[in-house]
């Protein structure tokens, strides 16, 4: 009776490995299997209401050799506009330094010196959560002439970013991060996109 030597299966699986001569590749249909730390979940896609899509070009303005896209509401109380890659917001059409007299406003903000101040805007960037924000300049008016009326149910879509302007008020998004804003005046600011309806005139 000859005696058999036990060889563990993963010394098996080595040696039917080391004598394959040529490296196949078996696709099983089955998904990989994930392992470590779960990875994040892709961004949302752009909300489909492109059958409401403005023509860009006829928004921008080039500003310190920078495009970028300007426009204010129909009622020209609100001055707004899309920084391609960086950011979307607003600011009054009154005096850009002045607060926003919104209800659910916060008192005062950080502004770009750490001091605390009045909010004069709102504004969404890449990633980030819509916030009420005080600058130090009209960052979101045309300074070189009067910037293009947006009218209702229209998308102004740029550089990552879309704003639309509904009878329910303003609202600007992120692209990338599926994040916005919706605002008005009699209902101050909810931290969500509102897309106008696909039945828009």
């Known amino acids: 009776m000859h005696a ?6 993963v010394a098996v699986a080595v040696l039917v490995a080391a004598g394959c001569s040529a490296e196949r590749i078996v696709n099983t249909g089955e998904p990989p299997v994930q392992s470590g730390a779960p990875t994040a979940a892709p961004p949302p896609s752009a909300p489909a209401d492109n059958a409401h899509l403005v023509n ?3 928004y921008v303005a080039h500003v310190d050799d920078r495009a ?3 426009f204010t509401t129909p009622s020209g109380k609100w001055r707004c506009a899309i920084v391609p890659r960086d950011k979307a917001g607003w600011q009054a059409a009154s005096s850009w330094q002045s607060g926003l007299n919104l209800p659910d406003e916060p008192a005062t903000v950080a502004d770009p010196a750490g001091e605390d101040t009045t909010p004069n805007a709102i504004t969404i ?6 916030q009420f924000v005080a600058m130090d300049r009209p960052e979101f008016w045309l300074d070189t002439g009067s910037a293009t009326v947006l009218p209702f149910d229209r998308i102004l879509a740029a550089a990552g ?3 639309n302007v509904q009878e329910i008020g303003v609202s600007c998004m992120s692209e990338l ?3 916005g804003f919706t605002f008005s005046a009699e209902s101050g600011m909810s931290p969500q996109y509102t ?4 039945d828009a005139p």
């Open 195 to 198: 897309g106008v309806p696909v």
């Open 56 to 58: 860009a070009f006829d």
């Open 68 to 70: 970028v896209y300007y």
């Open 177 to 179: 991060s599926g994040k």
């Open 125 to 130: 960037d890449r990633e980030g959560d819509p």
């Open 4 to 9: 058999m030597t036990r060889i563990p299966a």
């Open 161 to 163: 970013f879309r704003c």
